[in-house]
């Protein structure tokens, strides 16, 4: 039986690494008490909560965090019209704290996130794996079967090109989670019992061709490289799917870390994810999702972007005109989901103008 690490009498880590340039997103309907694991780690860095639900119910948060908090009221008052972009009732709200930041790089976890233990024992500080992966490189062009050779200890193996030892910049480091693994509901019901103990001290990029299924609570990006993809699309309240938004941002990160030449990195850290959600309640987001996927998977392996494509908006929208084309035929939600791409990256560059030379 795995447990979540005791964290209790950890010293807060007064040299945290960047912590004046990252900014932890938290979306929440419920008091933050799962940060008093997390302080030792945490406390140092600037949160960004996004609070789901109803606007006038309050968030407690425990002294000692700088923060700052946005409901609903807030989203609509700073985007106006453009807010239809952001999910209700959903975890895809999380986006728009991507999108209020003004750090270089995000963390993003689940507040039924705890911290796990390494099989020494020890506590894992998933927030530091998270930059250590962010500032190493990443090896997408090539498969290195020692896993992630920037890492103390490893390498590049006998038969890697040197050509391509430099890597590339990485954009992503997607982490994994003990206990309650991230399972689809139908996986949930006839495993209802199962619980991940396996601890796997690696890190590997993802290969350049290869999708995966991006998990949003235990997750970190280079928002000034990656950032306006994040978008976690239309989900929750009013729509037709749910618990897909970060595995339809992961789909069209990929494809766009592929086509500007970016890593994702999965692996380590591993978070401690502490209660299942309900199954049934599960099936009913994700039903229409499991018979999509398996046309919207060959559309994002299909995908190629135009040599005009140079930045991350620019592929995301020439993104949001073939999901227009391609999967609005599978459904008419997929015509309102272009749409709602197109006005997140309007509303992300309202938000984040580009100063130019």
Request: net charge positive; glycine share 4%; proline share 7%.
């Given at each position: 039986m795995v447990?979540?690490?005791?964290?209790?009498?950890?010293?807060?880590?007064?040299?945290?690494?960047?912590?004046?340039?990252l900014d932890i997103v938290i979306p929440t309907i419920r008091n933050l008490?799962?940060?008093?694991?997390?302080?030792?780690?945490?406390?140092?860095?600037?949160?960004?909560?996004?609070?789901?639900g109803d606007p006038s119910k309050t968030i407690a948060v425990p002294e000692g965090f700088d923060?700052?908090?946005?409901?609903?009221?807030?989203?609509?008052?700073?985007?106006?019209?453009?807010?239809?972009?952001?999910?209700?009732?959903?975890?895809?709200?999380?986006?728009?704290?991507?999108?209020?930041?003004?750090?270089?790089?995000i963390f993003t976890i689940d507040d039924d996130c705890f911290v796990a233990k390494d099989p020494s024992g020890k506590a894992v500080n998933a927030l530091e794996q998270h930059i250590k992966n962010l500032l190493c490189p990443?090896?997408?062009?090539?498969?290195?079967?020692?896993?992630?050779?920037?890492?103390?200890?490893?390498?590049?193996?006998?038969?890697?090109?040197?050509?391509?030892?430099?890597?590339?910049?990485?954009?992503?480091?997607?982490g994994l989670w003990l206990n309650i693994p991230d399972y689809d509901a139908p996986t949930q019901l006839v495993k209802p019992k199962e619980r991940n103990t396996r601890y796997v001290d690696a890190v590997m990029t993802i290969p350049k061709g290869t999708l995966f299924p991006m998990c949003g609570m235990n997750l970190a990006f280079d928002r000034e490289l990656i950032g306006p993809a994040m978008y976690f699309g239309l989900m929750g309240d009013g729509q037709p799917i749910g618990r897909y938004d970060d595995m339809w941002a992961g789909w069209c990160v990929k494809v766009i870390c592929d086509h500007l030449g970016l890593g994702v990195k999965t692996g380590l850290p591993?978070?401690?994810?502490?209660?299942?959600?309900?199954?049934?309640?599960?099936?009913?987001?994700e039903y229409k999702g499991i018979f999509w996927q398996e046309d919207i998977i060959p559309f994002f392996q299909s995908a190629k972007l135009s040599k005009e494509a140079v930045t991350v908006q620019q592929c995301y929208i020439e993104l949001s005109k073939m999901v227009k084309e391609k999967l609005s035929p599978i459904d008419p939600y997929f015509d309102k989901l272009a749409d709602a791409m197109v006005t997140w990256i309007e509303a992300w560059d309202e938000l984040n103008p580009v100063t130019k030379a």
């Open positions: 447990e979540p690490a005791n964290t209790v009498g950890i010293p807060l880590n007064h040299a945290a690494l960047l912590k004046d340039e008490d799962f940060l008093e694991m997390w302080r030792p780690f945490l406390q140092p860095y600037h949160l960004i909560i996004v609070q789901d923060y700052e908090l946005y409901n609903r009221n807030d989203i609509n008052r700073i985007l106006g019209p453009k807010a239809s972009c952001i999910s209700f009732k959903d975890s895809a709200c999380r986006c728009f704290g991507y999108m209020v930041s003004k750090k270089k790089y990443s090896s997408p062009l090539f498969f290195n079967t020692l896993y992630d050779p920037y890492r103390e200890g490893a390498d590049f193996v006998r038969g890697y090109p040197f050509s391509l030892r430099e890597g590339v910049s990485t954009a992503v480091s997607h591993y978070i401690y994810h502490s209660k299942a959600s309900n199954p049934f309640v599960n099936l009913k987001k």
